[in-house]
């Protein structure tokens, strides 16, 4: 490949590493298959990897893009933010792209979020929607990541794993719409966020050096939101383009979430201030609206009158068969209607499907009970590590029944003061139904739980 100049250089690609070779070799081989003819460079920043990185990197990186590749090993692991900082300085394109190497950039990628930079003045940063992938891990990567164990076949084909963040009313963060199919509708809007992920991010590069970069007294955790914060501030808005797409193997790094308390503290401290709820606002404007679990789980769903109409529409199936196939489609066009899925999972012709209808309900919903029948069935099969992972998360999800009670009060009280009527009426109901709750929701779940528990003790048989 020809040399380059710095004029030709439209966008300069920024990966930092740290071991994990396979997973970098794949990175820059998709991603030189999906940028042919484009005026990129390529700048690896090589946090002194100790696998074969320093010494395969170069020539392969050489080889796809010529003189448009970077190679700089640092003497010691600098982590993401500062080797992010170090690929920003000594980049010449007018637009930064941040890459994570456990990324796989799809087709198409690139050329809209260039464009949004172009067409949208307001917006300081764009990325993709990122994608789980679906089904085992090939020989790109480990086979399991730190903390979910094998990646499993998803029914519904490839899920989202970042669309964009949301801010609830208590200033907590999360992924919107994580885990819905990728061909559901709402993985196909274009929204405007406070935060998006930096694990694929385009900026414009003096935006980014003026703003002063990634604060680099995080460590691997929380400098995207710190960074988004800054912008944010300054009214700048961030946004996800759903016409391009990447798949994402999450926390990949060794050592990933080790600092996550002290990053999370310090995000409390200087970003988290700074934004304003619109988990709500951001679900109006999907049409559906907040409801809240008995396990207080704060969460989009359908409008009561929309789950009416699904719930008729399923009813006049004329076999299981076509239940099955009215119920799949309904889960990918309304992903957050619960009941369809619960009985999807009833109609599931083996453990196997049944497992997978139920992990993909507990990536969306997030419930205990859920964890407790993916324990079931995980010790029915043998798997004692997963039964024993889906098991812990149940217990570590629960606490003491007054603790919701007194979470409930308190939400009600600040959802009001900000005011957040229609959220704080949902605790407020939840109040109400307190004592129906603790009968017949909780008290049946702890006695589940500790049987779970007593029998996991002594090696016995699943639940049944």
């Not at 930092?16 to 484009?38: I, K, M, S, Y």
């Not at 995000?267 to 109006?284: E, G, M, S, Y």
Request: charged share 25%.
């Amino acid at each position: 490949m020809p040399e380059t100049t710095d004029e030709t250089i439209e966008a300069s690609v920024i990966i930092p590493v740290f071991n994990q070779w396979r997973l970098t070799r794949q990175c820059l081989a998709t991603l030189a298959r999906t940028t042919t003819g484009e005026s990129i460079e390529v700048i690896v920043i090589d946090n002194a990897s100790t696998d074969e990185t320093a010494q395969a990197c170069p020539a392969l990186g050489e080889g796809l893009f010529g003189g448009r590749f970077v190679y700089r090993r640092a003497e010691k692991n600098l982590n993401f933010g500062p080797a992010s900082n170090l690929g920003a300085r000594i980049a010449r394109g007018a637009t930064l792209i941040f890459l994570n190497n456990d990324t796989e950039p799809l087709p198409g990628w690139y050329r809209p979020l260039l464009r949004d930079l172009d067409d949208l003045p307001d917006v300081a940063a764009t990325g993709p929607v990122l994608l789980y992938p679906n089904g085992e891990p090939d020989d790109a990567g480990p086979d399991e990541s730190e903390n979910d164990g094998p990646r499993r076949h998803n029914p519904f084909g490839r899920t989202v794993q970042h669309l964009g963040v949301y801010v609830t009313p208590f200033l907590k963060v999360g992924h919107l719409y994580e885990g819905i199919p990728e061909d559901s509708p709402l993985a196909k809007k274009r929204r405007f966020f406070q935060i998006i992920t930096a694990a694929c991010m385009a900026i414009r590069a003096d935006l980014f050096r003026r703003t002063g970069g990634f604060d680099e007294r995080y460590v691997n955790g929380c400098e995207d939101i710190d960074l988004c914060a800054r912008l944010w501030s300054q009214g700048l808005r961030m946004t996800v383009n759903p016409q391009s797409r990447v798949v994402h193997r999450t926390s990949q790094t060794p050592g990933r979430f080790v600092h996550d308390a002290e990053n999370s503290q310090l995000a409390r401290k200087l970003a988290v201030p700074l934004f304003v709820p619109n988990l709500h606002t951001l679900a109006k404007n999907d049409a559906m609206r907040l409801s809240l679990s008995p396990w207080q789980n704060l969460r989009p769903a359908p409008p009561p009158a929309v789950e009416a109409r699904l719930k008729k529409f399923a009813d006049k199936a004329s076999s299981p068969a076509a239940l099955r196939e009215i119920l799949m489609r309904l889960a990918v066009d309304h992903p957050y209607w619960e009941e369809g899925l619960a009985r999807l999972c009833r109609l599931a012709a083996t453990p196997a499907e049944e497992r997978a209808f139920l992990e993909h309900a507990h990536t969306l919903f997030h419930t205990p009970d859920d964890a407790l029948d993916l324990h079931a069935l995980c010790r029915k099969a043998g798997e004692d590590a997963q039964a024993s992972r889906f098991l812990n998360a149940a217990e570590a999800f629960v606490g003491p029944f007054s603790t919701y009670v007194a979470t409930a009060r308190e939400a009600v009280d600040w959802c009001s003061s900000i005011g957040l009527e229609d959220v704080a009426a949902l605790y407020r109901d939840w109040l109400t139904r307190a004592d129906d709750i603790r009968q017949n929701v909780y008290e049946p779940f702890m006695q589940r739980m500790r049987k779970a528990r007593r029998r996991g003790n002594s090696g016995a048989a699943g639940l049944s």
